[in-house]
Each structure stands twice: as structure tokens, then as C-alpha cells.
């Protein structure tokens, strides 16, 4: 598993990202989250959650595990929506823009990311009825949440996470 790790994995971006187009790049580390969904309800949670992200594939790619609830929460609790799944973001010079993949079980979605007023945009490419938003991103925080249209109008919040950089 080693050599597979080592070919993964990159120390940092590959030149043909351009910087100003390096919207992942500041996310690359280990953060601590906060889940909140349910927003409202009586049915409203908090979990806590791990969020990882590395530069894979020599720079040209940023992947990560989203895991939630976290490692040492799963030793005490279980929940039946739990998710331990992968996001890879590839680098799309010729569009400008990322190629997204998300996988976990039971579920697989394609996304394309791009930049509106200070947020990264990811919207689902088929049915573009689901966008996943990273906002307020400081070097140790983000703001990230999972919006969706049952009716092409109105975007209602699934979820929202609340980061934070592990030290």
C-alpha cells in the first residue's frame, strides 16, 4: 500500500495549474467539521465529521475523504446515514474550470466547479438541480453546504459543514 500511497499523492500543485485558478489548493490538509442538517426541524443534528484533502496524481488533482461522523465518534455511535466517501477534483485547463467526482456507497455524483463572487461553485451536471458551495475560506476555516431545487426555483439547504484546519 505504501507504493500506492506514493504514487497517489503529490507535495503540492503541478505548474499547469494556474494560481489564480488554485481554488482547492487552500483546502489541501486535515480539518475538523461540524455537520448541521435538518435546519429548523425537530429532526436538526450536529455531528461532528473529519474532512481530508491532498494533491494526488502529480499536482494535477485534488482528492479527499469526507467522513462523517468522524473516526472517534463511529467508536461510540452509529448512524444509519453515515457517510466515509472520496471527491476527486481534476483541473480542467481547457474549460477553466474543475471536473468533479464524488463517491461513496450507494451514491455517485459528477459535478463541474467554477468561481462566482468569492465562492467555489460546484454544480451536479446532469439534472443541475444540486450545487455544493465552499465559502469563507481562511487559512484555518470554511464554510461549505449542499443546496438543491425541487423545483428549478427555489434552493432549499441539505446540509452545511463548518470547518476547521486540525492543528
Not at 12 to 32: A, M
Not at 70 to 76: C, F, G, I, L, V
Not at 119 to 129: R, V, Y
Request: aromatic share 12%; with cysteine; net charge negative.
Amino acid at each position: 500500500m505504501k507504493e500506492f500511497e506514493e504514487a497517489l499523492t503529490s507535495q503540492g500543485k503541478h505548474p499547469s495549474i494556474p494560481e489564480e485558478e488554485n481554488w482547492f489548493g487552500p483546502l489541501v490538509g486535515t480539518w475538523d467539521m461540524e455537520w448541521i442538517d435538518g435546519h429548523g426541524t425537530e429532526q436538526e443534528r450536529h455531528v461532528p465529521g473529519e474532512w481530508i484533502f491532498s494533491w494526488v496524481l502529480e499536482g494535477t488533482a485534488i482528492q479527499d475523504i469526507f467522513i462523517c461522523p468522524s473516526r472517534q465518534a463511529r467508536k461510540t455511535k452509529t448512524w444509519p446515514d453515515a457517510a466515509y466517501g472520496t471527491t476527486i477534483r481534476i483541473y480542467h485547463p481547457g474549460k477553466r474550470a474543475w471536473d468533479i467526482f464524488y463517491g461513496t456507497a450507494g451514491e455517485a455524483v459528477q459535478l463541474e466547479a467554477k468561481k462566482e463572487d468569492g465562492q467555489i461553485i460546484l454544480t451536479e451536471i446532469t439534472q443541475k438541480n444540486m450545487k455544493w458551495i465552499f465559502s469563507d475560506i481562511t487559512d484555518h476555516t470554511f464554510h461549505w453546504k449542499n443546496i438543491h431545487t425541487p423545483d428549478g426555483k427555489n434552493w432549499l439547504v441539505g446540509g452545511e459543514a463548518f470547518a476547521t484546519r486540525r492543528q
